[in-house]
């Protein structure tokens, strides 16, 4: 299977048995034009790919305008479609999601399409940003990139309008929630 195909949804009544020493590991590739360049759960922004996480609740999509609210408009420029799902970049440990601008943002991370996104250097000095690639911020005379990160493909057995937390596919009642590390199909709680 192609790296950009999208994985085919399980059925209601479908059994499902995951191997965990199976689980690969993935680091999304760096330079992209559309979302199904990423692997895994990035989405492509900018030119790079950026870690994202999956938005529970959302109903299937296929374009990323499916995705957004009508609130917080600032969480729309972060958010896509891929494989019929909607996600959004993923917020760097302590840092705020919303900004305008990289000053906005804690730590080595980055102002993306109003979200703070992880980031690394590039080891290029800049004064500006256009000193620096498509994409990238100059951030205290240097050129950092957001970091794709390494991601883990756990949930890609989660049916569509259910949402991956911890591993855990968390669905509504009418579905049976699926861990991982678990092989018994009994409904498990969602993790809070």
């Not at 529970?56 to 609210?69: A, F, I, L, V, Y």
């Amino acid at each position: 299977m192609d790296d950009r195909q999208c994985m085919c949804q399980l059925g209601k009544n479908a059994r499902l048995a995951i191997d965990p020493k199976h689980i690969t590991i993935h680091r999304p590739g760096p330079q992209c034009k559309v979302h199904s360049d990423c692997k895994t759960t990035s989405l492509c922004f900018d030119s790079h790919c950026i870690a994202a996480e999956r938005v529970c609740g959302s109903q299937p999509c296929n374009k990323d305008c499916h995705c957004r609210t009508s609130y917080a408009h600032w969480r729309n420029k972060g958010r896509g479609c891929k494989c019929g799902r909607c996600y959004e970049l993923k917020k760097p440990c302590c840092s705020r999601r919303e900004c305008t601008c990289s000053k906005d943002c804690n730590g080595l991370s980055i102002c993306i399409r109003h979200h703070c996104v992880a980031a690394e250097t590039t080891g290029q000095l800049c004064k500006k940003c256009c000193d620096c690639n498509k994409g990238e911020r100059c951030v205290n005379g240097m050129c950092l990139r957001p970091l794709p990160g390494a991601e883990i493909d756990n949930c890609s057995h989660c049916p569509l309008h259910c949402c991956c937390r911890k591993n855990t596919c968390c669905c509504p009642r009418s579905f049976a929630n699926v861990t991982l590390a678990a092989v018994d199909y009994e409904k498990l709680p969602c993790p809070s």
